[in-house]
């Protein structure tokens, strides 16, 4: 399996960003094709206090064909163009899991 996952810093504004996540983010995640699970974590805080990060979502594909199929279609297009709107909150990185 593998994930790209996207980490948020702490916005300015959290129920800015909050909304527009849900109400405009999430619809466009949910259009991906071949996507094994999406999981959003809201970030609670760190083991030494309070964390840099304020959201993690992590989308998985079961392979890479299937990711690179997703990563390369027009509703990836339409998730990275609002993406842009995050702008130095958001890192991605794509990661696979190793079950040794």
Known sequence: MLKLVCLYTRPPDPA???THYREVHMPLL???SGVDHIEIAHVTGAPRGESPLYLIC???WDNRAAMD???ASPEMRAVARDARIFG???SMHIAELDRG
């Open 16 to 18: 800015a960003f909050d």
């Open 30 to 32: 949910r259009q991906l």
């Open 58 to 60: 992590e989308i998985v």
């Open 69 to 71: 199929a997703c990563m």
């Open 88 to 90: 130095d909150l958001l």
